[in-house]
């Protein structure tokens, strides 16, 4: 089994709509991250958690909020969708090596199209 | 803020080597770590450099220069599933803490 799910895989909806994307994880790591990824633009990060307490925005917030509803659970909301927000979104979790190194593991994936 | 460059595209043959370099510019320096990324699937983690010198895992070796705020990963003997983008990022010093991803590069590997 995938340590960090995404549901859903794929997503078509429609300019204006309320939609979710939920992200789960098994690894017990405290932090994680929701990322965006356009072509030739690599990863740029939404929202981060580092507990479930603890939320803070990214480099590209605005449009988007999300939820820590447990320690597993990081859910991404775009409350009123937009056709700029047609994307590849990631979410990951991380944790730290002996030498200090974070190392983030990734989700599949979700492909939001906004028509 | 943080602001990393690296080739949009690479093209090599099979069993050849390749290097793909990075240049990065952070307030504050943690390290420097590599991800592959294979047609729109997850980022896998490949390397991490926080002192300077060659890091070696296999067929994968990165690189880090912190005076010259510049690394690479070398990529030999390689083979066509090799083809895939590659991201370099860095980790920050400060509160957040958070990486930061460079755009990418794109690697193909021709037969």
């Known amino acids: 089994d995938a340590d960090v799910t995404q549901t859903p895989r794929n997503r078509i909806t429609k300019t204006g709509k309320r939609i979710m994307l939920e992200c789960s994880q098994t690894k017990g790591h405290d932090r994680m991250y929701w990322y965006r990824q356009d072509p030739g633009l690599g990863l740029r990060l939404i929202y981060y958690?580092?507990?479930?307490?603890?939320?803070n925005k990214g480099e590209i917030s605005d449009g988007y909020s999300v939820s820590r509803q447990a320690q597993a659970k990081f859910s991404l909301s775009l409350e009123s969708a937009i056709p700029n927000q047609t994307a590849l979104y990631f979410c990951?979790?991380?944790?730290?090596?002996?030498?200090?190194?974070?190392?983030?593991?990734f989700g599949p994936g979700t492909r939001l199209l906004v028509l | 803020g943080q602001s990393l460059e690296q080739p949009s595209e690479v093209t090599a043959v099979e069993g050849a080597i390749v290097q793909i370099n990075c240049t990065y510019q952070t307030s504050g320096f943690y390290g420097l770590s590599w991800y592959q990324q294979h047609d729109g699937g997850a980022p896998t983690f490949l390397s991490y450099?926080?002192?300077?010198g060659l890091e070696e895992t296999g067929r994968f070796s990165s690189f880090l220069s912190r005076s010259d705020s510049y690394g690479y990963l070398l990529l030999q003997e390689l083979q066509m599933k090799d083809s895939a983008s590659y991201f370099c990022a860095v980790r920050a010093s400060g509160s957040a803490r958070q990486l930061t991803f460079g755009s990418g590069t794109q690697l193909t590997v021709l037969p």
């Open positions: 990951a979790t991380s944790d730290f090596g002996s030498l200090g190194q974070e190392t983030q593991y």
């Open positions: 450099n926080a002192l300077d």
């Open positions: 958690s580092f507990d479930v307490k603890d939320i």
